[in-house]
T-cell receptor, first 109, second 116 residues
Framework: GEDVEQSLFLSVREGDSSVINCTYT??????LYWYKQEPGAGLQLLTY?????DMKQDQRLTVLLNKKDKHLSLRIADTQTGDSAIYFC?????????FGSGTRLLVRP | GAVVSQHPSRVICKSGTSVKIECRSL??????MFWYRQFPKQSLMLMAT?????????EQGVEKDKFLINHASLTLSTLTVTSAHPEDSSFYIC????????????FGPGTRLTVL
């Protein structure tokens, strides 16, 4: 079945790197996504990676994809207090997005 | 970037009444719109997918007679929660996908529904 899993919580100090991990199940997913949700708001697309890529870098964000293990990670360099939010990974499965449970990132000053 | 709006952002209604939520794509044509529901501290659950001019496709377990979806134009989809009950209280989020951005879904800011 479809199931995208993430760890629930991550706490880092300001200026450190954050790594948020995700495992997915649909090996036929064409794209994998990372979204950010701030309290009471909708989802903001941060970045996505095409399934035939291993890595994608976009400013402070680095996405790593291990297709063999169906593992996706998001690294945020120089994490700032404004990065505190919930981060969702998602896979596209049959033209629908299947979301993980979300990882709450807390950035401590 | 592509912008999706939702209206209202927050609504409180009495049990038994119906509530309509609008989702608009402001600067692109949305051939497909999606409606999600999110409970506190939980992930998004897809409720239905709607394509402009055709009937919505509902996910398993979602009552189509309770959650009426209309996608009458390429920029507007509406979700009507009929005969709302307290258990329908939730955060409802729409997203839209255009013809030129097929691999991206753009999300609205969400609507918080509270049924008393």
């Amino acid at each position: 079945g479809e199931d995208v899993e993430q760890s629930l919580f991550l706490s880092v100090r300001e200026g450190d790197s954050s790594v948020i991990n995700c495992t997915y199940t649909d090996s036929s997913s064409t794209y994998l996504y990372w979204y950010k949700q701030e309290p009471g708001a909708g989802l903001q697309l941060l970045t996505y990676i095409f399934s035939n890529m291993d890595m994608k870098q976009d400013q402070r964000l680095t996405v790593l994809l291990n297709k063999k293990d169906k593992h996706l990670s998001l690294r945020i360099a120089d994490t700032q207090t404004g990065d505190s939010a919930i981060y969702f990974c998602a896979e596209d499965s049959s033209y629908k997005l299947i979301f993980g449970s979300g990882t709450r990132l807390l950035v401590r000053p | 970037g592509a912008v999706v709006s939702q209206h209202p952002s927050r609504v409180i209604c009495k049990s038994g009444t119906s509530v309509k939520i609008e989702c608009r794509s402001l600067d692109f044509q949305a051939t497909t719109m999606f409606w999600y529901r999110q409970f506190p501290k939980q992930s998004l659950m897809l409720m239905a997918t709607s394509n402009e001019g055709s009937k919505a496709t509902y996910e398993q377990g979602v009552e189509k007679d309770k959650f009426l979806i209309n996608h009458a134009s390429l920029t507007l989809s509406t979700l009507t929660v009929t005969s709302a009950h307290p258990e329908d209280s939730s955060f409802y989020i729409c997203s839209a996908r255009g013809t030129e951005t097929y691999n991206e879904q753009f999300f609205g800011p969400g609507t918080r529904l509270t049924v008393l």
